[in-house]
């Protein structure tokens, strides 16, 4: 695969989609997360402060009447559609024109309700401090609000007490909670520090008379609420806690079997409205009695059923972006799009790069094929094209220089076969009529000599166009065979008799040397001895008077074929000639003398035959000691382990 050309194209390919798919990841995965999250903390932050905004509405306000205002500016800051309606989906308000306004979406975003706060809204819309236990926004205080006389006295009471401290040398101001009363806020958050100064605080947290008429009517109801389950009323605190005020701990000290627990209330306690107010908002810790949970249940019940007439009722609060989608997308910025843009042309530039580099090197000697095989077409003399590697195109190349060298030999072969059927049979033909002018001119005689020299050539015609023809016919598959069972032994004998007078009148000994029954063999009878009777009379011709040619036969052990060797002890082939001796009309003797050579077709024919029957033929010589000839045919009995 190193040298392939497909392997490269691979390895290229693969690594551009890898860097493009890389880059294309990495961007897109950078832009899109920080946009996402980007998009994702500017909506939550601007749909918790909508939130509270409207949720601090419905905390003062007893009815949505003139809330739409509100949400008309908070959708100008927002750029968002922000929609209120009843819990029946009755419409309040929306910043959307009603002629243009596409319909709510069948989910609401939140519920404003003050008696019944969304916990993680209200927490990011209060900055972090979150809200009460049981979930009343304290910007909710009802009957606990102060008249303005009663806050303007506070107010003056607090001044005194925040110069008197001052003067202590300990630093504080004055935090007004929802409810209008004032308290003083010691820098630091530790009124322990006002506890050895003159400056008594006490003042501030006594209740005034619309405060304690509010909180009996609390404690009233608290305390219904506690008989119907057959329990004992409490008696509320002014921090809306139970229990003996006297009995609160000191730091550090355990506290009695029944705690006195703060509960979260809009009045004049530490804990006052977030938005006004520095100090964290009171949690309600976790109770361990069930009298205790008990009470804080019927106090929660008691607080929503005071307040439900002085907060405006639950509706459901749409936002979305300003098409009418729940959940707005968002717009790739100038910088990341030209980024994006910028990568892209990188990784379209590399492309285009790698795949013109690979492409040339492919092309060129696909150009150089192309040209070289259309000059052939043209009839113009074959021509090899440069190799210019060991990959595809380098192995196309070297097979195309094969094949056009190749082509050439056969032009040549065509050409000098054409050359040599047209000499075989213009010598007979020439012979033939040379006689018959003769007798025609009254110049020979008819005789029995006559006819028998003019018998002789015409036989020899008729043999050469035989071969001609057997040569056609395997050419073509066509050759005609009927194999049957041979017993090869019998074959060689009766090719050796039919051949045993040429080879006495020539001195030289023939001899078959298989051994009965000899190996099984299913071929064409006729066929076969016509092969080895080509291999045996070009044998004949070639040795002297006193050598020796040998027919024998045997089956290969190892894949079960049967060999028959033609073996002669004649004056034996070149080197140079040994791999043509079976092409057609070659002849060792270039004179084409008939008395050293036949027609040069006996050797064709036989690689023919052999051919045909499945197997294959080869010769082995030794000038100045003979040669020999194996013919390697399939034979019957299975080849041994």
């Known amino acids: ?29 950078q832009t899109t997360s920080g946009a996402i999250k980007q998009e994702q903390g500017q909506n939550l932050t601007a749909d ?23 949400v008309r500016e908070l959708a100008r800051e927002s750029g ?50 979150g809200t009460a236990a049981d979930r009343i926004d304290p910007r909710a205080v009802g009957p606990f609000r102060l008249s303005a ?33 004032p308290r003083v806020q010691i820098v630091g958050n530790d009124p322990e520090r006002a506890l050895g100064t003159r400056c008594d605080l006490a003042a501030l947290d006594t209740l005034t008379r619309s405060e304690q008429k509010a909180l009996d009517a609390l404690t009233g109801l608290a305390d219904a609420c506690l008989k119907r389950q057959g329990r004992e009323g409490v008696q509320l605190n002014s921090d809306l806690s139970w229990g003996d005020p006297a009995a609160a701990p000191a730091p550090g000290e355990p506290g009695p079997m029944v705690p006195r627990v703060p509960l979260p209330a809009p009045v004049p306690t530490p804990r006052e409205a977030p938005e006004e107010s ?28 005071q307040l439900s007439s002085y907060v405006a009722s639950p509706a459901l609060l749409f936002i979305g972006d300003e098409g009418g989608a729940t959940l707005p997308g968002f717009d790739l910025s100038p910088a990341n799009t030209a980024r994006i843009a910028g990568a892209a042309a990188l990784v379209l530039a590399l492309t285009v790069g790698a795949s013109v580099f690979a492409g040339a090197r492919l092309v060129r000697p696909l150009h150089a094929l192309t040209g070289a095989a259309q000059r052939m077409r043209d009839g113009e003399q074959p021509e090899s094209v440069p190799v210019s590697g060991d990959d595809e195109v380098g192995r196309l190349a070297a097979a195309f220089n094969d094949m056009s060298a190749h082509r050439a030999r056969l032009e040549e072969q065509r050409k000098a076969m054409v050359s ?39 036989v020899l015609l008729q043999h050469i166009i035989d071969d001609l023809q057997d040569l056609a016919a395997a050419d073509a598959g066509v050759l005609r065979l009927h194999p049957e069972p041979v017993e090869i032994r019998e074959l060689l004998g009766q090719v050796a008799a039919a051949h045993q007078a040429r080879a006495e009148n020539a001195g030289v000994a023939l001899a078959v040397t298989a051994t009965a029954p000899g190996p099984a063999l299913r071929a064409d009878p006729v066929r076969l001895r016509q092969a080895v009777g080509n291999l045996v009379s070009n044998a004949v011709r070639h040795t002297p008077e006193g050598g020796r040619v040998t027919l024998s036969a045997y089956a290969h052990e190892g894949d079960g074929t049967v060999l028959v060797e033609v073996t002669d002890t004649g004056s034996g082939i070149p080197p140079e000639d040994l791999p043509h001796v079976f092409d057609r009309f070659w002849r060792a003797e270039k004179s084409r003398s008939r008395r050293t050579g036949g027609s040069g077709l006996g050797l064709a024919i ?12 080869d010769a082995t010589s030794a000038e100045g000691k003979g040669s020999t000839f194996v013919l390697r045919l399939p034979g019957t009995t299975p080849p041994g382990p």
């Open 420 to 458: 040599d059927v047209a000499h075989e049979l213009r010598t007979p033909l020439s012979n033939i009529r040379g006689w018959l002018e003769a007798a025609q001119d009254g110049l020979a005689d008819p005789d029995p000599a006559f006819v028998s020299s003019l018998l002789e050539e015409a």
């Open 149 to 181: 006389a009663d806050s303007r006295t506070l107010r003056r009471t607090a001044d005194d007490k925040v110069a008197c401290l001052n003067r202590a040398g300990i630093a504080s101001d004055v935090v007004v909670g929802a409810s209008g009363r």
């Open 48 to 70: 918790a402060r909508i939130y509270d905004t409207l949720l601090d509405y419905a905390a003062r306000n007893p009815t949505w009447d003139g809330v739409g205002a509100t």
């Open 1 to 29: 695969m190193r040298r392939s050309l497909l392997g490269r194209l691979l390895a290229v390919s693969a690594l551009v989609a890898a860097c493009s798919v890389a880059a294309t990841a990495w961007i897109a995965v």
């Open 80 to 129: 968002r559609r922000v929609a209120l309606t009843t819990q029946g989906r009755q419409p309040l308000a929306d910043s959307a024109t009603a002629a243009t306004a596409p319909a709510l979406p069948p989910q609401a975003s939140a519920v404003v309700d003050p008696l019944s706060v969304d916990t993680v809204l209200a927490a990011r819309g209060t900055d972090g401090r």
């Open 606 to 617: 036989v690689r023919k035959l052999v051919e045909a029957h499945g197997g294959t033929v």
């Open 278 to 305: 520095a100090e964290p908002s009171v949690v309600t810790p976790e109770r361990t009695g069930e009298n205790d949970r008990a009470i804080a249940s019927c106090v929660s019940a008691a607080r929503s059923e």
